[in-house]
C-alpha cells in the first residue's frame, strides 16, 4: 500500500489566493482527518469525516476554511481567501475501526 | 474533553542510555494510547500502541507501559541510537458509539541522542 498520499507536498502563494489541498487515504480505512502544524500552536485537528460524512468541524480556524470528501478515495482542504498566518504544514491522516491514524508526508503551505 | 499532558518537552541522552517520556490523560473512557515519531520534514509515524486491557508492551528497543488507575502512560527507548533522534507525540483516543476515531496529541518531546 503507497499509505496516505498528499498533493501538492508544497505550496507557495500570495495572500488573498485560494488555496487546496489533496488527500487520498488507505484504501478501506473508514475515518480521515485533517490537522494543521505550527511551531506555536503544535498539531491541531481541523476536521474528520466518518464514512465520508464530516463528524466534527470545530477545529476549522474560520469560514474561510472548508473540506470536503466526495468519496471514500478522496478528500479536499480549501482555504479561500488565504492569509499569511495560514503558513503551515498540513497533514490528512487516516484510519480504519481501530483507531490506528496513519498520516501523510503533509503539504507545507506558505501564504506571502 | 479529553486532554493530555507530555513531559519533558525536551530530553537529551547519550547514545546507548534509555529514554523516558510520559503522558498523562484526563479522560477515563479513553482506551487507545498511540506513540508518534516525526523526523524532520515529515509526518508522524505510528511507531507503538496500546490498549486500555494490557498494561504493557514491547517491541525490540521500544516499550510503552499504561497506568490506568493513575490515568498515565510512559514510553521507554533502550540502547538509544543517533536515529532515535525526533519529536515523539503521544496520544490517547475514546472510541464513540458512531465508530469516530479522535486522537487528542500531547505536546510533543524532542529527543536529542548524542553520540
Known amino acids: 500500500d503507497a499509505g496516505v498520499i498528499q498533493s501538492p507536498r508544497h505550496e507557495v502563494t500570495e495572500m488573498g489566493q485560494e488555496v487546496t489541498l489533496r488527500c487520498k487515504p488507505i484504501s478501506g480505512h473508514n475515518s480521515l482527518f485533517w490537522y494543521r502544524q505550527t511551531m506555536m500552536r503544535g498539531l491541531e485537528l481541523l476536521i474528520y469525516f466518518n464514512n465520508n460524512v464530516p463528524i466534527d468541524d470545530s477545529g476549522m480556524p474560520e469560514d474561510r476554511f472548508s473540506a470536503k470528501m466526495p468519496n471514500a478515495s478522496f478528500s479536499t482542504l480549501k482555504i479561500q481567501p488565504s492569509e499569511p498566518r495560514d503558513s503551515a504544514v498540513y497533514f490528512c491522516?487516516?484510519?480504519?475501526?481501530?483507531?490506528?491514524?496513519?498520516f501523510g508526508p503533509g503539504t507545507r503551505l506558505t501564504v506571502l | 474533553g479529553e486532554n493530555v499532558e507530555q513531559h519533558p518537552s525536551t530530553l537529551s541522552v547519550q547514545e546507548g542510555d534509555s529514554a523516558v517520556i510520559k503522558c498523562t490523560y484526563s479522560d477515563s473512557a479513553s482506551n487507545y494510547f498511540p506513540w508518534y515519531k516525526q523526523e524532520l520534514g515529515k509526518g508522524p509515524q505510528l511507531i507503538i500502541d496500546i490498549r486500555s486491557n494490557v498494561g504493557e508492551k514491547k517491541d525490540q528497543r521500544i516499550a510503552v507501559t499504561l497506568n490506568k488507575t493513575a490515568k498515565h502512560f510512559s514510553l521507554h527507548i533502550t540502547e538509544t541510537q543517533p536515529e532515535d533522534s525526533a519529536v515523539y507525540f503521544c496520544?490517547?483516543?475514546?472510541?464513540?458509539?458512531?465508530?469516530?476515531?479522535?486522537?487528542?496529541f500531547g505536546q510533543g518531546t524532542r529527543l536529542t541522542i548524542n553520540p
Open positions: 491522516a487516516s484510519s480504519d475501526k481501530r483507531g490506528e491514524q496513519f
Open positions: 496520544a490517547a483516543l475514546r472510541g464513540d458509539i458512531q465508530g469516530a476515531q479522535k486522537l487528542v
